[in-house]
């Protein structure tokens, strides 16, 4: 099963969406939420996403207007 750490930075408008839910249910993608910071005018999120459909779920949000950058190695490591 495919797997990618992402770091997903989103805008305001999209602070309320549940995202993780959607690409969840729509995409049927197992999350890990790694780190994550929501303030009322944007957020962003660490997430390992794993799934068959992965780089759908990718495309996904970045067609909601987030930005997403694949990372390397292990965040929680300092």
Do not use: K
């Amino acid at each position: 099963m495919p797997t990618s750490r992402l770091h997903v930075s989103f805008p305001e408008q999209l602070v309320d969406r549940p995202m993780v839910y959607e690409l969840v249910r729509d995409f049927d993608l197992v999350p890990n939420i790694r780190r994550a910071n929501v303030e009322a005018h944007s957020g962003w999120v660490i997430l390992e996403l794993s799934g068959d459909r992965l780089e759908a779920g990718i495309a996904y949000l970045e067609d909601l207007g987030c930005t997403v950058n694949r990372m390397e190695g292990d965040v929680l490591e300092g």
